[in-house]
């Protein structure tokens, strides 16, 4: 099965699948949605840059699936995310590819209810539990 790996604002590294084509959707009416700001989407951009991606702007689904169709794939590789907006985006593209969650080291067990629009009131709730110590990885 040919894959292709859809980055987004929360995975953006390409470390254990660097020799599959990978996109990124800047999703205008997403980021307004999400309340994003001027310098997180340069923050974004900065990162991409130094990435082998190709950068897209639209609907994310439409581009991930017109992506998906130039690379004839048939699954979808990702990082998990706990964004509502982008699991109703995933759920959507389930319909039409297998979907392959890239395993991540977990940072922290997040709340249930989390308040993504500020990282000040998301580390409130975990930067205690972020910051204890963690076991090596091999």
């Known amino acids: 099965m ?3 790996v859809w980055l987004h604002e929360d995975g953006l590294r390409l470390d254990d699948c660097r020799e599959l084509p990978a996109l990124f959707v800047f999703d205008d009416a997403l980021m307004r949605r999400l309340g994003y700001g001027l310098k997180r989407i340069t923050f974004i951009y900065e990162t991409l840059v130094e990435l082998e991606v190709t950068i897209r702007r ?3 689904a ?3 699936q017109r992506f998906a169709a130039e690379h ?3 699954t979808l590789r990702l990082r998990p995310t706990v964004c509502p907006e982008r ?6 593209l389930a319909r039409h590819f297998a979907i392959d969650e890239l395993p991540e080291p977990v940072f922290v067990t997040a709340p ?7 990282f ?10 972020a910051m204890l110590p963690t076991a090596k990885q091999g």
């Open 2 to 4: 040919r894959a292709i």
């Open 58 to 60: 639209g609907d994310t």
């Open 62 to 64: 439409s581009e991930v």
């Open 72 to 74: 004839g794939a048939e």
């Open 87 to 92: 699991l109703a985006i995933i759920a959507d």
């Open 112 to 118: 249930e209810r989390l308040d993504l629009k500020r």
């Open 120 to 129: 000040s009131r998301y580390w409130r709730r975990v930067g205690a539990q």
